[in-house]
């Protein structure tokens, strides 16, 4: 069996990556990563499966030890993602999709260079800024906000990443997401062993 | 508009090529190269669409010139492909897909660097020489040397090819081949034009 693929998923805010995934997930094989969480477990929740559940103490030491891809804190709990899920995902040889900002992918790059970053954007900036208006949630200022990260991410993304996905219809994008999967699965590089095994066959039994 | 991808598909004899490639245009978009032949024009054919009918001086010139891809004669009847048919589909837009063995295959790369080169295999050595004499139309020591062939075409296509479709199920392969070309179209460098459109359109006209 052979390691499975770490693909990262990144995008402005507004440009729809977790429909793309939602989307995704509901035919798709590769796996998400659980994300450590300080927060309570909950009674129908399981440790291990829907979240890690850490003590405020161990998340913090995971930070320390630099062992988090990325972690934010919201209403007084830490959230975060794991190096080590990439490593209990692909072993297994499953795909293990990230979904993270520009500078995470770039991180992730940086300790896997075999990753595979996608970028996703709308179709147009008029298309971003609509859906990010539409939202109703934020007030100007921080949608212009907004705006100025995706510039910078677009440019960031442009230089280092491998795909992009325009996101226009989420299923078509979600379809897209899966081909780029099947496609790299295809690649030359992860069938070495496979031509090596079927040319020493031709030539010790059918020659 | 882009230009189209050049796409190469090689496998040996009784690898299925032929039956993939039926099977991925009737939904595929790429299109095939239109063959130049010194046979008669029939009834029913158009020339330019079914073929490009050339004179036997003709083709010669073309032989000399260096204009063809590859080439055969058959029942004293040359058949050949055009490198020109190359630029002719992809500068209109459109994808092509040359099927050429494996040395072709490498040729063209070396006039078009951009062109993507599949090889495409059955799921073992054993299916190759099970479906080759299943065909029952060559003998014993034919099919030992097409055997041999393969054996060298798997040693370069590891090379120098940059996908490989297992060739089990011809639908799911020919399926596999539109995901080899759906994930070339979303590869960064085909989409640096976008990138750059929406980052000015961006910084313009919504910060």
Known sequence: MSKGLILVLSGPAGSGKDTLLNRYFKFGSAKKTISATTRAIRNCEKDGIDYYF??????????????????????GNYYGTLYSEINRITAAGD??????????????KKLFPEAILIFTFPPSA????????????????????????AQTEIEAAKKTYDYLIINDDADDAAKQLADIISARHAAMNENIDFMNEVKDDVKNHFI
Chains 1, 2 share one sequence.
Not at 126 to 149: F, M, W, Y
């Open 54 to 75: 850490f003590t405020r103490e161990r998340f913090e030491k995971a930070i320390a030890a630099g062992e988090l891809l990325e972690y934010t804190e919201y209403a």
């Open 95 to 108: 795909d293990v999709i990230l979904k993270i900002e520009v500078e995470g992918g770039q991180n992730v």
């Open 126 to 149: 008029a298309i971003l800024a609509a859906r990010l208006r539409r939202r109703g949630t934020e007030d100007e200022q921080t949608i212009k906000k907004r705006l100025t990260v």
